[in-house]
DNA sequence: TATCGTCATTGATACAGATCAAGCGCGCGA
DNA sequence: TCGCGCGCTTGATCTGTATCAATGACGATA
């Protein structure tokens, strides 16, 4: 429900950032004009819902600036995020009608969004495109059943280690990875939020970032900004098997 | 590991009592015959690991009978199953070079295969079965996410009735819906299993589901065997919506 | 029939994380 | 500059589930 020809939105694929991995990387086929016929930008403000759950989808699209969150509630309020969605993740169900699910605005959100219709007709005539989106949801599956183990079987201390872990790592993939030495972030989310995500409440989120804090495990500059002095000891602490992580 | 032969295995897919969902419902189309060539059988005991995470994927296929459970565990022991894998459900990651998750048969299973490669280039000659594997992965990323709600926000009571429930409910699609009346089924998993799908120890499992029976909402022949004399309140236990459920 | 192994139940106790309740710090609008 | 609200922290206490430890029920095997 915002302005959609904001003056600093972006105009096409040149100015899209994200296009070296979502689905407008095929731009650059000979699809590139139907595509752009089908495009358009959108923002949100941070608080906003992007889709209500049930409500008729018109479009499916990329994040392309900020965070956005997946969730499913209760009818007594009990929350869980079931989905992160960071710049270059895809939003939408091709071949399905309605949303599953509440889609929000966690910061301030730049989508890239294509009308579903068209854009599905595309997919149809257009195979690669079907192969990618089968191969996005393929990684979201992932993701999601990491997330199970993360919230099935881990401590809260686990579940915090975990999740500044996946944002790191996605912050450093973004901007082409400067492997070694202290990654700095900004956390997205509230305590709030974050608690939503791991399944816990937010005292106990506040107390165990501190508590990873004072054991030097994460620095904190303010209530938001971290620093990680070293990432294999906190993927250590998310007791993920320390394989080095990355696979093919 | 198991005879690949054996007389009781189906022949083709006019045996196969699951083709009306999963990807050999498509074997009426003139690609039955390549289909053919690349489709085998083969059964495995309960206990027996169908495929082990890290491998290489020689095949993918549809569980035909029994129940398998996609499973992920840390290096000290803890462990999430991340699927249940029902008749009808398929497996593997048509792209993908290795498998993600262990696969172990719960009971006996017969499994639908086909090698791997020549369904890989079928699917890319045949769009219509691209388009039906990204569907039945979209249907896998529904519950998926709907069992992160489950393990992170809901009891344990609210726990072993969601997973009652989700059988019951698959049991009787499977078996052609006779809609009212009493649902009785066998559970297929040990209270162990049942403890890593949820989150919790088989010891609150089986306190969990002995006081469902003790307060009549679920009844007890022998251990395994459960008639649910309501289904609406079980699934009220479950802390579902109670909108009747189904959508589309 | 005795024995063993697996699966399940039941009880006593411990503890991680929830809940309830203040209070702090900082940005923002008046 | 003052208050006000929101996000966050911190403390005290409670509780649901884990943990530890027996015991029971049943099927398989000899």
């Not at 195979?127 to 079987?153: F, K, N, S």
């Not at 209530?223 to 602490?237: G, I, Q, S």
Request: charged fraction near 30%; include cysteine.
């Amino acid at each position: 429900m915002q302005n959609m020809t904001a003056p600093d939105l972006p105009r096409n694929c040149d100015d899209c950032p994200i296009r070296h991995r979502a689905v407008c990387a095929r731009c650059e086929t000979d699809e590139l004009a139907r595509l752009e016929e089908i495009k358009y930008y959108r923002s949100y403000e941070a608080g906003q819902t992007i889709v209500w759950s049930g409500d008729r989808m018109e479009f499916v699209g990329s994040v392309v600036k900020g965070v956005a969150s997946l969730t499913q509630a209760m009818e007594d309020g009990r929350t869980q995020m079931v989905g992160l969605l960071l710049p270059s993740d895809f939003v939408g169900r091709p071949g399905r009608e309605t949303a599953a699910y509440d889609v929000v605005a966690t910061t301030g959100v730049v989508m890239c969004c294509f009308r579903k219709k068209p854009f599905e007709d595309m997919m149809l005539r257009t195979p690669h495109i079907a192969q990618r989106l089968l191969e996005m949801t393929l990684d979201e599956l992932d993701a999601a059943r990491e997330w199970m183990l993360v919230l099935g079987r881990k401590t809260a201390r686990e579940k915090i280690a975990s999740l500044l872990s996946i944002i790191a790592r996605r912050d450093v993939t973004l901007n082409l990875g400067k492997a070694a030495g202290p990654m700095e972030f900004d956390l997205p989310l509230t305590r709030e939020a974050m608690a939503d995500y791991l399944g816990l409440t937010l005292e106990t989120v506040s107390r165990q970032i501190n508590a990873l804090k004072r054991d030097g495990v994460i620095d904190l500059t303010g209530k938001r900004h971290v620093t990680v002095p070293d990432f294999d000891r906190l993927a250590e602490e998310a007791g993920d098997d320390s394989d080095g992580g990355m696979l093919s």
